[in-house]
Structure formats: C-alpha cells, structure tokens
C-alpha cells in the first residue's frame, strides 16, 4: 500500500517559470490537501478539495491553482514561480473531515532562484 | 496571526526522562487537537490525538493533556528515547458546521532525545 505519492522530490525552478507538483493517493480517501512548510513554520494549507471536483482555498492560496479530476490525484499547479514560493510542499489525504487520519506524502522541496 | 502556537523552537532530553512538549492557541472554537511527529525529508505522521470534551488521552508512552480555560495542550513521552528525536507539531481543527477538517499547525518543537 503505497498511500500518498508525491512527485518530484526536489525541484530547482528560475523565477517565471511553471511547473506541477503531482499527488495521488490509493487509499479512496474523499479529502486531500496541499501544505506548505517554510523553516521556523508551521505547516500552511494552500489549497484543499472535499471531493472529485470540488476544491478550495486555503490558508494561502495566491500564486497557486488545484484540480480534482479524479479522488486519486490532485496535483498543484505553479503559474509564475517566485522566490517566495521556495519552501517544502506536503500533500495530505483523509478519509473523512475529522482530520485526526491525514496521511501525509514524503514532502517536494522547491526552490525558486 | 498565529492561532496555534509553540513557543519553544527546541527541546532536548536525556534518554528515559520525560519529555514535555507544549502549545498555546487562540480560538475557542478549536474541537479538536491533534499531534504529528515528522522525521527528516519524511511526511509528517500521525501520533495521538485529543477531543475538546476530554482533559487527557494517553496511548503507551504518549500522553496529551488539554486545558480549554488556559487554551493550552501539551505532549507527555514517558519515557523518552532516542528515536523520539523528531520535530513535534501541534494541531488545531476548527469546530462548527462547514468544518472540513482542515488543521491548523504550530510551528513546530525539535526534540532531541540524548542516549
């Protein structure tokens, strides 16, 4: 059981650029989230979506957009990297809205130069 | 504005001591309090969890007190070892209706346990 896969692990970006961080779990949790981890922080929720289809925003959605084609995946989409989107990316699912269950993936770490 | 907080970065301990681990938040509405333990380049985990109609919640070695008059939680290892060195968040889940589970985080406490 793999439970929640993200892809890449690392990426260097150069300002402007754009990229997709993937995330898919195979565990048919309905929840998933992104977060992101800046050093000294607590985790910050971007984007979360309660179903195929429905997504929303989070903590600190600007410069970020999500889909939910599919209850496996939910990638998140960089348009215009900056430097101020250098962090650790951690995509998260749960079966129900209770939270106590999340299952986190191993992390993407992002620098923007 | 920080509604979870943990106030020391750091914490290090000697192996089969107590580890004490706390958290501060700000919104009464939080029902729900959670703790994570993340190891390097690793997701954070699931560790124990603790109801806002409960005071304490204890599984083996861990143990979470809530006090809802000082707004406060905290994490009991007893005893500690060393690969309990990890760094240890705090949780908040928002109560109410339209609650979607989603968690508000601390900061984070590095615990260093010492053999």
């Known amino acids: 059981n793999a439970g929640v896969t993200q892809t890449p692990k690392f990426r260097i970006l150069k300002i402007g650029q754009s990229m997709t961080l993937q995330c898919t779990q195979d565990?048919?949790?309905?929840?998933m989230y992104w977060y992101r981890q800046d050093p000294g922080m607590g985790l910050k929720l971007i984007y979360y979506?309660?179903?195929?289809?429905?997504?929303d925003k989070g903590e600190v959605p600007n410069g970020y957009n999500v889909s939910r084609s599919t209850t496996e995946d939910f990638p998140l989409r960089l348009e215009l990297a900056a430097p101020s989107q250098t962090s650790v990316y951690f995509c998260?699912?749960?079966?129900?809205?209770?939270?106590?269950?999340?299952?986190f993936g191993s992390g993407t770490q992002l620098s923007v130069l | 504005d920080q509604q979870v907080k943990q106030n020391s970065p750091s914490l290090s301990v000697q192996e089969g001591r107590i580890s004490i681990l706390n958290c501060d938040y700000t919104?009464?509405?939080?029902?729900?309090f959670l703790w994570y333990k993340k190891y390097p380049a690793e997701g954070p985990t699931f560790l124990i969890s603790?109801?806002?109609?409960?005071d304490k919640n204890e599984d083996g070695r861990f143990t979470v007190f809530l006090n809802k008059s000082a707004k406060h939680l905290s994490l009991h290892i007893v005893p500690s070892q060393p690969g309990d060195s990890a760094v240890y968040f705090c949780?908040?889940?928002?109560?109410?209706?339209?609650?979607?589970?989603?968690?508000?985080f601390g900061q984070g406490t590095t615990l260093q346990v010492k053999p």
């Open positions: 998260a699912s749960s079966y129900g809205r209770n939270g106590e269950k999340l299952f």
């Open positions: 565990m048919n949790h309905n929840y």
């Open positions: 979506s309660v179903g195929a289809g429905i997504t």
């Open positions: 919104n009464s509405m939080f029902d729900y």
């Open positions: 603790i109801s806002s109609i409960k």
């Open positions: 949780a908040a889940r928002g109560g109410g209706s339209g609650n979607t589970g989603k968690l508000i």
